[in-house]
């Protein structure tokens, strides 16, 4: 019923929501941001704790379902990327760990760090997560140092087919400026969508005076690395892929890709407006405190047309820049396709998934949060 190629390209469109999705909830990474910065007093930060604390489950969950579902239909990128980058994977998954850890033991009896010392982690991860996050998928169009030999399965001293190519494993992406742009664009997004959240989930007018205030410098910055980094990505050349699978580089690929794929750039553009609509309603109406909505579809929206950028239109979205035929594309590195077939069946479920997400998240965010509501309850973060 459905071909190889049609599942193949499903699944990568599965992958780019998950990716939008979860970058949509490090709005809780970047609230964690600003909780040192902009909590005067401690019923203010634990405002703030606890307006993220009724949702960062969600976003560990996210982050899980991302990596799983991506491993799952695209194995040769987790042998390569996991296997060899895994300095960076391993600081991320740490960073989110120090996260759940600080949310469930700041308050704990006989917690002897305190909690400024649990704050601080959650500060931590809130710049550290997203940062790291968006420097790793920046690989995604400057390459890694990587080789792939899938005959190496075969040899029984050593089945490795993909090895990297230095001992930085990973960490050397931080020197390329174009990633680290990347990574701070999606950090300063996470912040805002932060900020946006606290906002329309905190019903206290001194605390979200001083939120709006953060949210227009945070907004600056965000502004500022995204021109950076789309125009960079629109002029460089990109990795191209032909029918028969070479891989060349192609001057502007990237920009051909956003002309040649109208889904792509609609998706783009209707993203950016509702991000920016968002964010300038804010900023510009005292009653308006609703922006994370806007914002958040089209965070959504945006960082799916990237991936498709990445992935679709005969392009390679894990290139190797030290060995171009390594380089993984959604048909050379993808699950067979009854593995593809079956996992579709099961992608069913999603949309109930979702379903019950949004119901949840109506029946927590009912009623905005209040100091008197802290005040009279024993369960807070």
């Given at each position: 019923?459905?071909?190889?190629?049609?599942?193949?390209?499903?699944?990568?469109?599965?992958?780019?929501?998950?990716?939008?999705?979860?970058?949509?909830?490090?709005?809780?990474?970047?609230?964690?941001?600003?909780?040192?910065?902009?909590?005067?007093?401690?019923?203010?930060?634990?405002?703030?704790?606890?307006?993220?604390?009724?949702?960062?489950?969600?976003?560990?969950?996210?982050?899980?379902?991302?990596?799983?579902?991506?491993?799952?239909?695209?194995?040769?990128?987790?042998?390569?990327?996991?296997?060899?980058?895994?300095?960076?994977?391993?600081?991320?998954?740490?960073?989110?760990?120090?996260?759940?850890?600080?949310?469930?033991?700041?308050?704990?009896?006989?917690?002897?760090?305190?909690?400024?010392?649990?704050?601080?982690?959650?500060?931590?991860?809130?710049?550290?997560?997203?940062?790291?996050?968006?420097?790793?998928?920046?690989?995604?169009?400057?390459?890694?140092?990587?080789?792939?030999?899938?005959?190496?399965?075969?040899?029984?001293?050593?089945?490795?087919?993909?090895?990297?190519?230095?001992?930085?494993?990973?960490?050397?992406?931080?020197?390329?400026?174009?990633?680290?742009?990347?990574?701070?664009?999606?950090?300063?997004?996470?912040?805002?969508?932060?900020?946006?959240?606290?906002?329309?989930?905190?019903?206290?007018?001194?605390?979200?005076?001083?939120?709006?205030?953060?949210?227009?410098?945070?907004?600056?910055?965000?502004?500022?690395?995204?021109?950076?980094?789309?125009?960079?990505?629109?002029?460089?050349?990109?990795?191209?892929?032909?029918?028969?699978?070479?891989?060349?580089?192609?001057?502007?690929?990237?920009?051909?890709?956003?002309?040649?794929?109208?889904?792509?750039?609609a998706a783009?553009?209707?993203?950016?407006?509702?991000?920016?609509?968002?964010?300038?309603?804010?900023?510009?109406?005292?009653?308006?405190?609703?922006?994370?909505?806007?914002?958040?579809?089209?965070?959504?929206?945006?960082?799916?047309?990237?991936?498709?950028?990445?992935?679709?239109?005969?392009?390679?979205?894990?290139?190797?820049?030290?060995?171009?035929?390594?380089?993984?594309?959604?048909?050379?590195?993808?699950?067979?396709?009854?593995?593809?077939?079956?996992?579709?069946?099961?992608?069913?479920?999603?949309?109930?998934?979702v379903a019950?997400?949004?119901?949840?998240?109506?029946?927590?965010?009912?009623?905005?949060l209040t100091?008197?509501?802290?005040?009279?309850?024993?369960?807070?973060?």
């Open positions: 019923m459905f071909t190889y190629e049609f599942l193949q390209n499903y699944w990568w469109f599965i992958i780019s929501l998950l990716a939008g999705l979860l970058v949509f909830l490090l709005f809780v990474q970047g609230a964690n941001a600003m909780i040192l910065i902009t909590g005067a007093d401690e019923d203010e930060k634990q405002l703030m704790v606890n307006s993220t604390g009724r949702k960062w489950e969600l976003t560990f969950t996210t982050l899980v379902t991302f990596g799983g579902a991506f491993f799952a239909s695209f194995p040769l990128f987790y042998s390569t990327s996991f296997g060899g980058a895994y300095w960076v994977w391993v600081l991320i998954l740490v960073t989110f760990v120090f996260q759940a850890v600080s949310y469930e033991f700041q308050n704990k009896a006989g917690n002897v760090l305190g909690k400024t010392a649990f704050r601080v982690f959650l500060t931590i991860n809130g710049f550290l997560g997203p940062l790291l996050i968006g420097t790793a998928v920046g690989t995604f169009f400057t390459g890694s140092d990587f080789t792939v030999d899938k005959a190496a399965v075969g040899d029984s001293f050593a089945p490795v087919i993909s090895t990297w190519g230095n001992g930085w494993h990973g960490l050397e992406a931080v020197a390329d400026p174009w990633n680290v742009s990347f990574g701070l664009m999606v950090m300063g997004l996470a912040i805002c969508l932060g900020i946006l959240y606290m906002m329309n989930n905190i019903d206290d007018g001194k605390l979200c005076g001083k939120l709006r205030r953060r949210l227009l410098v945070s907004s600056v910055m965000f502004v500022v690395f995204f021109l950076n980094t789309v125009i960079w990505l629109l002029l460089r050349r990109g990795f191209a892929v032909t029918g028969d699978g070479t891989v060349f580089m192609e001057k502007y690929k990237y920009l051909h890709n956003l002309l040649e794929m109208p889904g792509a750039a783009f553009a209707v993203g950016t407006a509702l991000v920016l609509w968002g964010i300038v309603g804010t900023l510009v109406s005292v009653k308006f405190r609703k922006g994370i909505w806007p914002a958040g579809i089209g965070t959504v929206l945006v960082v799916m047309s990237v991936f498709w950028l990445a992935g679709y239109n005969g392009t390679s979205y894990y290139p190797s820049y030290s060995d171009l035929q390594s380089s993984l594309t959604i048909s050379n590195s993808c699950s067979s396709e009854f593995t593809l077939r079956t996992m579709a069946w099961v992608s069913l479920i999603i949309p109930f998934v019950y997400i949004a119901y949840t998240w109506k029946a927590m965010d009912r009623k905005p100091r008197k509501e802290l005040e009279g309850t024993e369960h807070k973060y």
